[in-house]
């Protein structure tokens, strides 16, 4: 226990230096966005690679892998069906959104570096950034286009021309183009290689790699906590507080209870996996929300503010489940 939070307390030491930074505006209007950019691309993709080369690949594919697909699922799932009778008047569209909010999971920015420093190995936040990127994110960009073309065929027209989408044909396509060349999975599949075939790098290039991934997790805290200066989430002129509280809800409560059920009793898993799988679904709604949201102009204050929430308080309900599991 006291590992795991003096694991936590170095996340909140970084993200709380983050905060300053961003007060401060010691980086620059876009300093935010460079530390997450340098992270993304650079220091992520070498981290995964450093640490899955090292990896038990049986692992990384195996139980965990299942208990963040199907309690993503299943937490998406539940939040349609209490809020479709209950909250009435959203398209289809936006509800997708919604769902997303529940059950899609930071997995990058904050989980590479929970798994580091608190789970003590960075590996293990890669069977849900696995799922979500190579899984998940096909599956709902197939389904927002079809949504929002539906909607786009019912929309009144007058006044103006209707909004062109790609067939969900295409979508498919460019999803997974975009997928198979995202930098995240590329280290991923390069360190599973790695790892499977016994190969290694040369020393001073695999040390050079390990400096690179060196940089991703500060980096990742630190725009994290200049993301947090300014929130105000839950304003009362955004007309969805319904919306965000209960997709909050599912997603730092059910989706961890959907995880720990399936872990312990479907799984089987012993007490340490159960901890690292629980967690993981206790991580905040991925950014990658809004950026979908925007995308496609449709709910985008649920899924900001849903965000803004749920990384407020992620932290202390991760520390919560320490606190029962751990």
Do not use: C
Request: proline share 5%; charged share 15%.
């Amino acid at each position: 226990m006291t590992q795991v939070l003096s694991g936590f307390a170095v996340v909140w030491v970084i993200i709380l230096v983050g905060v300053l930074v961003g007060r401060t505006g010691v980086l620059g209007e876009h300093g935010r966005t460079v530390l997450s950019r340098a992270a993304f691309f650079i220091g992520n993709p070498a981290l995964l690679f450093v640490t899955l080369s090292r990896a038990d690949v049986g692992a990384v594919l195996g139980p965990q892998l299942w208990v963040a697909s199907l309690s993503a699922f299943a937490a998406a799932a539940l939040y349609l069906a209490v809020t479709i009778p209950l909250l009435k008047g959203r398209p289809a569209s936006e509800r997708i959104m919604s769902a997303l909010s529940a059950s899609l999971v930071n997995s990058a920015n904050l989980g590479i570096p929970i798994a580091a420093y608190v789970l003590g190995d960075a590996a293990l936040a890669a069977p849900a950034l696995i799922f979500q990127l190579a899984i998940y994110t096909p599956l709902y960009v197939a389904a927002m286009d079809a949504a929002t073309a539906r909607e786009a065929r019912r929309r009144t027209t007058a006044g103006r021309r209707r909004a062109v989408r790609r067939s969900p044909g295409r979508a498919v396509a460019d999803q997974v183009r975009h997928t198979v060349t995202n930098p995240l999975i590329l280290g991923s599949v390069a360190g599973l290689v790695f790892s499977l075939t016994g190969w290694s790098l040369p020393g001073p290039l695999m040390e050079s790699v390990e400096l690179i991934g060196g940089l991703s997790i500060p980096a990742m805290l630190l725009a994290f906590g200049m993301s947090l200066v300014g929130s105000r989430p839950l304003e009362r002129a955004g007309g969805r507080r319904a919306d965000v509280l209960l997709a909050s809800a599912v997603k730092l409560v059910v989706h961890p209870l959907l995880a720990w059920l399936l872990a312990q009793f479907v799984f089987g898993l012993d007490a340490r996996h159960v901890f690292v799988a629980v967690v993981l679904a206790s991580l905040p709604t991925a950014q990658n929300v809004f950026v979908t949201a925007v995308r496609y102009d449709t709910g985008l204050r649920v899924s900001k503010d849903t965000i803004l929430v749920t990384t407020i308080v992620a932290i202390p309900a991760m520390i919560a489940v320490a606190l029962l599991l751990a």
